[in-house]
């Protein structure tokens, strides 16, 4: 069965910091562009990061820029996703998703093929 698995969400103070991982089975996340996407209560989805296959290009959110940090493990088939500095407005659950387009555009929601569940990140004190 392929599918995603997102971890690492959790409860967090604003300017913590969190890890997420997106760890694929039954197939290799080394052929797919990767994105993060993430999405709170009455809000948009809104499209967070994304790591191309090589892993050479990453693009992020103006939201996001200079706070969070995308990165490949191609020996242990993740991709992780690393939040600081985080604000009380980065609260939303946060899903990856994984497309065979292997580039990464602005847009990947049509060409994104699995999807994770999703992992939930709140910033509150």
């Known amino acids: 069965q392929l599918q995603l698995v997102e971890s690492g969400g959790g409860l967090v103070q604003p300017g913590g910091s969190l890890g997420l991982s997106c760890v694929a089975s039954?197939?290799?996340?080394?052929?797919?562009?990767i994105a993060w996407f993430r999405q709170a209560p009455g809000k948009e989805r809104e499209g967070v990061s994304c790591?191309?296959?090589?892993?050479?290009?990453?693009n992020y959110a103006d939201s996001v820029k200079g706070r969070f940090t995308i990165s490949r493990d191609r020996t242990k088939n993740t991709v992780s996703l690393h939040l600081n500095s985080l604000k009380p407005e980065d609260t939303a659950v946060y899903y990856c998703?994984?497309?065979?387009?292997?580039?990464?555009?602005?847009?990947?929601?049509?060409?994104?093929?699995?999807w994770g569940q999703g992992t939930q990140v709140t910033v509150s004190s």
């Open positions: 039954g197939f290799t996340l080394n052929n797919y562009a």
């Open positions: 998703a994984a497309s065979s387009f292997r580039l990464c555009v602005p847009d990947m929601v049509p060409l994104s093929d699995y």
């Open positions: 790591i191309s296959a090589s892993g050479a290009s990453t």
